[in-house]
């Protein structure tokens, strides 16, 4: 057998001891039990109360409390799409105060990373892409993202930022609402009406009875396009043509007439946005709590119906209350849910119902979003990805240093990314993207050059191993610090002790066997998935 063949084996067995050992952990009655806390159950907040109600009415038990080092994983992770950092994770774990959760949730939410993240999820949503189908074209892409990512660094108020998405004219270039026209696969009332259905009540058009599809494509039926002699600039405007008196339905069933001098854009959108319009609020809360806890209260998120009742509707109802009562302030919406006691709660059921998972009893394991995976590695490795637009004119290079969370063109992908699941931004579905487990996937972590080559050449991770040399071979201490960059928290004297043990059995160098076990860290679950 050939030498690289017998390390692939060699790796591949200490790797699957290591990971039944971690799985071990996680029942084990050991050492500061790093999962989980047992503490009495009670409510954080008004969701929780709810929450607990419906799963008292169902004889179902929530899982325990996440433990600190859990807790602060999965924070960064679901507000910033960023693991922590070595130090982050020390401080937090060492802070002794009682609200420390509550003061990290607050700083989160102010870090420049929460915009580049949330840029990321919107931009799936809205289909921000140079190229076919959508064909917004890089400067297009850029001044479409640019705007996004200021009004959520801002945290421009939600009815505002759908608003002037909704009813802006101009040029793509120098008005970048007016893109939310132009990414759509077809430039037309039918295309329009779906796009603004989707992304703003969570609603499918084609799933309405036909009468409400032709009264919702009326409000889109004046929107016009022209191009200038700049390359790729469009004008989004009002047609004037039309002089008809147009007749039609809102939504809700309330009949309008729209004169010929007014947009029908803007009757849409201020009937959308009014604060007794239930199903705007309804269908953002929705959204944001399926992208925090991974189902939507009602689910999926984009196919809101009634044919697809929430499995909460008191929980619904509460929040869509409370971001009309905070005037449309989504940080207020991420703050309830991120401190309620629902969301900290334990990955590990407690309940074999099989409704736990519906009532939200405990947080859903899932796997990381691929653009969040890869930079997780470049971090821990001290390596970066390369990334280049193929649309010829430009032919624009990605800088080195920016993470892939912040790549505002949907159609700039690479391998890995399109293997982990990164939507291709064409229909603006939650199901684009995917976050479950393949061979591929697997096959990928254990035996590609790509990650290996990451973890070999890794300057950063030559350094832990060069400090622990330098405290005389502490190997416990090198093993803790690997596992406070991987897997954000100590290990547990069980997982030193084997990881100890393959030290002593390994006969090549210590650098070697600290490769081993960072290739080992990055097949764990653990390490994968936000739990």
């Known amino acids: 057998m050939k030498k690289n063949q017998k390390n692939f084996f060699k790796n591949f067995v200490f790797s699957m001891l290591f990971m039944m050992a971690t799985a071990f952990a996680i029942k084990a009655e050991s050492q500061s ?51 922590p950092t070595e130090k982050e994770v020390k401080n937090f774990l060492e802070d002794k105060s009682p609200n420390k959760r509550k003061k990290l949730i607050d700083q989160l939410l102010k870090r420049k990373e929460f915009a580049d993240y949330w840029s990321l999820k919107w931009g799936d949503l809205l289909k921000i892409k140079a190229e076919f189908p959508i064909n917004l074209w890089p400067n297009g892409v850029q001044a479409y993202y640019t705007w996004i990512h200021s009004a959520l660094e801002k945290n421009m108020p939600y009815d505002k930022f759908a608003y002037e998405l909704l009813t802006s004219s101009g040029s793509n270039f120098r008005q970048p609402q007016v893109n939310f026209y132009r990414a759509v696969q077809e430039k037309s009332p039918k295309g329009l009406a779906e796009a603004a259905a989707l992304t703003f009540m969570g609603i499918r058009l084609n799933k309405l009875p036909k009468e409400q599809q032709e009264a919702l494509k009326t409000f889109f039926s004046r929107v016009a396009y022209k191009k200038t002699e700049e390359w790729k600039e469009e004008i989004i405007y009002l047609n004037p043509a039309p002089t008809n008196v147009l007749k039609t339905t809102l939504p809700d069933g309330k009949n309008v007439v729209i004169q010929p001098e007014q947009d029908p854009r803007i009757i849409f959108a201020e009937w959308l946005v009014a604060k007794e319009n239930p199903c705007f609020a309804r269908n953002i809360v929705n959204r944001i709590w399926a992208w925090l806890m991974g189902r939507g209260i009602i689910n999926p998120p984009d196919d809101i119906s009634s044919g697809n009742p ?73 390596t970066h990805e390369e990334y280049v637009s193929m649309v010829p004119e430009p032919f624009t290079f990605i800088p080195n240093s920016k993470k892939t969370i912040s790549l505002a063109d949907g159609s700039i992908s690479s391998q890995f990314l399109e293997m982990f699941g990164k939507p291709a931004r064409d229909t603006g579905y939650e199901s684009e993207r995917s976050n479950k487990s393949t061979t591929a996937q697997r096959l990928h972590f254990l035996n590609s050059t790509h990650i290996q080559d990451k973890i070999k050449k890794s300057r950063k991770l030559r350094q832990i191993i060069n400090n622990g040399q330098k405290r005389k071979g502490n190997k416990n201490g090198v093993i803790k610090e690997l596992y406070l960059n991987i897997l954000s928290r100590y290990p547990t004297d069980e997982e030193t002790k ?34």
């Open 33 to 83: 039990r790093p999962f989980e806390k047992y503490t009495p159950i009670k409510p954080n907040n008004k969701i929780d109360e709810i929450v607990l109600q419906s799963l008292r009415k169902h004889h179902i038990k929530p899982a325990n409390l996440s433990s600190d080092a859990v807790f602060l994983r999965r924070v960064y992770l679901d507000v910033i799409g960023t693991l």
């Open 310 to 382: 929430p499995s909460n509707p008191k929980l619904l109802a509460y929040l869509e209350k409370e971001l009309i009562k905070s005037n449309y302030n989504l940080r207020h919406i991420y703050k309830l849910i991120l401190n309620s006691r629902t969301y900290q709660q334990s990955s590990i059921p407690q309940s074999e119902n099989p409704r736990a998972e519906s009532l939200f009893a405990y947080y859903p394991v899932r796997q990381l979003d691929a653009e969040v995976l890869i930079d997780a590695i470049c971090q821990i490795t001290g």
């Open 498 to 531: 084997i990881i100890g043990k393959y030290f002593v059995s390994e006969k090549g160098s210590k650098k070697n066997a600290m490769m081993d076990i960072v290739w080992a860290l990055f097949n764990t679950k653990e390490f994968l998935c936000k739990h």
